[in-house]
């Protein structure tokens, strides 16, 4: 059926308001939900393209409905009109007010797109949506500091809450690398609860992962084994516990090198078991350093000295440093007490602190007796003076008890030298 001339233009008004809503519009539907985001707080999300084929089937589905719906209002409009003039409407009648076109932002619900497919992350967006993106600063591929990432990464936030000084391990590039890469409920906390199970105090914790961080690379039933051969050789629990707080990489060692080194030092020396236990109870880096050191003062204590095996034996039992100790601050000062000062081989093992006491100390205290007439270190004579007073005791009472003159005497003696 023709349509008359006064349905054209209302029809044809109906198809140009219904083609009206386009994707600008369901753009800014989709969008909305955006905007109550914090500024600032995470990236905004990106509509993928089965979004965007959702909006069109949307926006098809809403004009083909608009269409119907004006082709069903025509047609009965036609009906009832059926028996009025074709001529155009007069002056005086007032035009009818054009069709009202559902808005698509009322219409179209928020829970109708929970079951929308995830937005792609390769969906292009506009340039005013990307520039309400917030973006971390990137990390710096290459540093020279862990500073840089301690803002990014929460096993350094946590080391550093135990104390631990990260300052001193990225001078170790394999060192930062490693804590980078570890995670700490997985790689680090299982290492804190056996350290502490093992004796570390929590203010401990810090200084100790600082100098052996590399126990993070260890792994925990390795470390369980080795506890369980100390403990098999009669070592207590606190023996351990004060052996790994002095020796912080003990338990990085395997149990053949430890075992190694305490039948090393118990052959060497001809010590009893219980002597071993103890020597390196009190001196633990005896287990992880070098034998070069001590193999070397052995020599230097029997062949340049002149101490028997058992002198020996005697002086590292009372003063385990002596097998560690640097050779010429040893030489020199055997030289001076023995040479100088005159005090024989007997009276230096009864009291081998002296190889453990700086060298300018005993030749002061030594100048100042000597000046005083009072340097007797002859056990048999009047007026002795033992190397434990000589070297142990503090200068006000070296001075009256033992030089028997005021500390101030001795203070002016020490600026003639």
Not at 200 to 222: H, R
Not at 223 to 235: A, D, E, I, M, P
């Amino acid at each position: 059926m023709a349509l008359s001339a006064q349905r054209v233009p209302r029809w044809f008004s109906a198809i140009k308001l219904s083609s009206f809503i386009n994707a600008t519009q369901i753009r800014r539907l989709f969008l909305r939900p955006r905007y109550t985001l914090l500024y600032g707080f995470s990236a905004q999300p990106q509509m993928s393209s089965d979004n965007c084929l959702v909006q069109r089937r949307i926006k098809t589905y809403r004009t083909s409905s608009l269409w119907n719906s004006s082709q069903s209002t025509n047609s009965s409009r036609e009906d009832n009109n059926s028996v009025q003039s074709t001529l155009l409407p007069s002056v005086n009648e007032q035009p009818q007010e054009p069709q009202k076109i559902p808005n698509s932002d009322s219409e179209l619900s928020l829970e109708g797109l929970e079951d929308l497919p995830p937005l792609s992350p390769l969906q292009p967006i506009s340039e005013e949506e990307a520039i309400r993106i917030i973006a971390d600063p990137p990390l710096p591929p290459v540093s020279f500091t862990l500073r840089d990432y301690v803002d990014h990464s929460e096993t350094l936030q946590k080391l550093v809450l135990l104390g631990v000084d990260l300052s001193k391990i990225e001078k170790h590039s394999d060192a930062a690398n490693l804590l980078l890469r570890l995670d700490f409920e997985k790689d680090i906390k299982q290492i804190l609860l056996f350290l502490k199970d093992l004796g570390i105090e929590d203010n401990q914790l810090g200084s100790f992962l600082t100098k052996n961080y590399a126990i993070f690379s260890e792994d925990l039933e390795n470390l369980r084994t080795r506890v369980t051969y100390l403990q098999s050789k009669n070592f207590s629990k606190a023996d351990i516990a004060q052996m790994v707080r002095n020796a912080p990489f003990l338990l990085n060692f395997s149990v053949e090198r430890l075992d190694n080194r305490l039948g090393f030092f118990q052959k060497e020396l001809e010590l009893s078991v219980k002597k071993t236990r103890d020597l390196v109870v009190r001196l633990p880096r005896l287990l992880t350093g070098s034998l070069e050191p001590v193999k070397e003062n052995m020599k230097v204590y029997h062949l340049e000295f002149g101490f028997k095996r058992n002198e020996v034996q005697h002086m590292i039992t009372r003063i385990p440093k002596m097998l560690t100790a640097n050779k010429r601050k040893l030489t020199e000062t055997f030289d001076y007490v023995h040479n100088v000062m005159g005090i024989p081989h007997y009276i230096i093992v009864r009291f081998p602190q002296v190889f453990n006491t700086k060298l300018f100390k005993v030749k002061e205290r030594h100048l100042f007796l000597t000046y005083l007439g009072r340097a007797q270190y002859d056990p048999a004579k009047p007026n002795y003076i033992s190397l434990d007073k000589l070297v142990s005791i503090p200068d006000e009472i070296f001075s009256e008890e033992v030089a028997k003159a005021s500390v101030q005497d001795f203070q002016k003696f020490l600026k003639t030298l």
